[in-house]
């Protein structure tokens, strides 16, 4: 973690709080700041960004002293806001009382307008306030969980209410995904944010960079001697990115409908996986070195562009069971478009060009309303050059596979074939599990928020993507949402709720020979 200023240590915080999570080992609470939140009303600071606040809390990991100002609009004051995130934490994390009343007691809400210059004053005055009465020093961090037209407009207003500069301290600007919603107009939005930050104040945000086993990716390569020598194109026969969720759209229509699942999901998460698992070994484990190597990924995926046509399938969830109760298709979800386009699914194959990976395929998929919800990278490994054995069907042997797993139950699967206990030698496929919580006692660790706000506090720039980064992944993504959004789906909705996707997504891998793994 990149500390910038002497901290305090952590000890017995205040509120009864363990001073530092059961198998996280010893960490340090950063300095003293303080989170604006844009958007404080929204959907986000209900479901992640209160309750990681409340996670940090609790692990002794929240600065000291702390507070939280939101802005956005909305009838809440001070205490009516506190009421309502208290909702949100007892209904998400295990709550103790005496944890969440420390919290509470710098939780500040400012009713404004994203645009409205007086807004900002008030914001301002609020923020001096705060920041007063908790002796804070003039560190503040401003975090975009506003709708994304409004990314450009808010950090303008914060360079003209003077709010971007610090006098004495540091400032920073998490933004959320999508940024932009193509290469020029997230260039364009660049240029906006650069006019007022620079580069190193700037943390573009993507959750799934702090989940555990994803960084845990690059420990197991990076620091186990033995698979790094396997990784790459004379071992690996091909690799599957599968990030299926079980849950519709649910309330976010307005922002689905303008986003879609290439937008919403492929452009961020799915690359940055497909980065973590085929990134060359970093020099050394800082943000410049590790966010350098993560950008060739994409250079190498630009190389020789996928084929829309060819090498990607789109879906749209139709109704069906979830759980065994009926749910309705994406068409009849509330405040979706009857006739809408928006794609939930999207599988695409992707290749490589460079020395390590030519030849060998990436496949992703990702969807809403799936059979179920669940994460993992697998890299299948190629046969052996020959079975000595007898078997019956080569084809029940579903040989080496390691399967870096994110959820639920995150660890590490290693599939492999061993001897069926018995008199002859017959060939069973086995696989050996690697759990967190088992291995690390940490039944609940703080979610992948969690560790990212913390990051932002610490002014650690790892797990956060850089412009040019942003800049290929939509280069590899433009040609896709061009080709979708030109041509209108003949066969919408093509997936039934509850299942895996639509059969052209099978037909993708099955035309070379492979087929998804049964998860
Ligand atoms: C968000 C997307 O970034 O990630 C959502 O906007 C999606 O549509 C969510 O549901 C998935 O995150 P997780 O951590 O639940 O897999």
Request: some cysteine; glycine content about 8%; aromatic content about 10%.
């Amino acid at each position: 973690m990149g500390a910038e200023e002497e901290r305090p240590t952590a000890g017995t915080s205040p509120g009864g709080i363990e001073a530092s999570g059961a198998g996280l080992g010893e960490i340090s609470p950063p300095a003293p700041c303080v989170m604006v939140i844009f958007g404080a009303a929204g959907d986000l600071t209900h479901r992640e960004l209160i309750p990681s606040l409340y996670e940090l809390a609790s692990k002794g990991l929240l600065p000291e002293p702390f507070a939280m100002v939101g802005y956005s609009l909305g009838d809440y004051d001070d205490e009516s806001f506190r009421d309502a995130m208290r909702k949100s934490v007892q209904e998400q994390c295990s709550f103790r009382e005496e944890t969440w009343r420390h919290l509470a007691g710098g939780l500040h809400f400012v009713a404004g307008d994203f645009k409205s210059e007086d807004g900002y004053r008030r914001l301002s005055k609020r923020l001096e306030e705060v920041r007063k009465q908790r002796g804070i020093p003039d560190n503040v961090f401003f975090h975009l969980a506003a709708p994304p037209p409004f990314f450009g407009p808010i950090v303008e207003h914060l360079d003209a209410s003077g709010l971007a500069r610090a006098e004495d301290g540091w400032r920073r600007l998490v933004i959320e995904k999508p940024f932009g919603e193509d290469r020029s107009s997230a260039r364009e939005l660049n240029g906006r944010i650069r006019a007022v930050f620079d580069e190193e104040q700037i943390y573009r945000i993507d959750h799934f960079l702090g989940k555990e086993t994803v960084q845990n990716m690059l420990v197991f390569r990076f620091a186990n001697p033995a698979f790094e020598p396997i990784w790459n194109r004379n071992y690996v026969d091909h690799v599957q990115i599968t990030v299926a969720e079980d849950l519709g759209i649910g309330t976010r229509a307005g922002f689905y409908e303008e986003t879609g699942v290439v937008r919403d999901m492929v452009q961020n998460h799915l690359l940055q996986l497909l980065c973590m698992t085929a990134i060359e070994p970093p020099v050394t484990f800082d943000a410049s070195s590790l966010r350098d190597e993560t950008v060739k990924v994409l250079q190498a995926a630009e190389v020789t562009p996928f084929d829309p046509e060819r090498d990607a399938v789109r879906g749209q969830y139709g109704a069906g069971t979830e759980e065994g109760r009926d749910v309705v298709g994406y068409r009849g979800e509330d405040d979706v478009d009857p006739g809408s386009t928006t794609p939930t699914f999207a599988a695409l194959k992707l290749t490589l060009d460079n020395w390590r990976w030519e030849g060998v395929p990436f496949y992703l998929r990702t969807g809403k309303r799936m059979k179920r919800k669940l994460t993992e990278v697998a890299i299948q490994f190629r046969p052996t050059p020959h079975l000595m054995f007898q078997v019956d069907d080569r084809d029940d042997l579903s040989g080496n596979v390691l399967a870096f797993r994110l959820q639920p139950e995150e660890g590490i699967l290693q599939q492999f074939v061993a001897k069926q206990p018995g008199p002859t030698i017959r060939l069973r496929s086995v696989t050996m599990n690697f759990g967190y919580a088992t291995a690390f006692g940490v039944e609940e660790p703080p979610r992948a928020y969690a560790w990212l706000i913390l990051d932002v506090m610490e002014g650690d720039q790892r797990l956060f993507a850089r412009s040019d980064w942003i800049d290929h992944a939509w280069s590899v993504v433009d040609p896709l949402i061009d080709c979708w959004e030109s041509s209108a789906p003949s066969d919408f909705p093509n997936y039934e709720a509850g299942s895996w996707g639509p059969a052209a997504s099978d037909e993708l891998l099955a035309r070379d020979g492979r087929s998804w793994r049964a998860l």
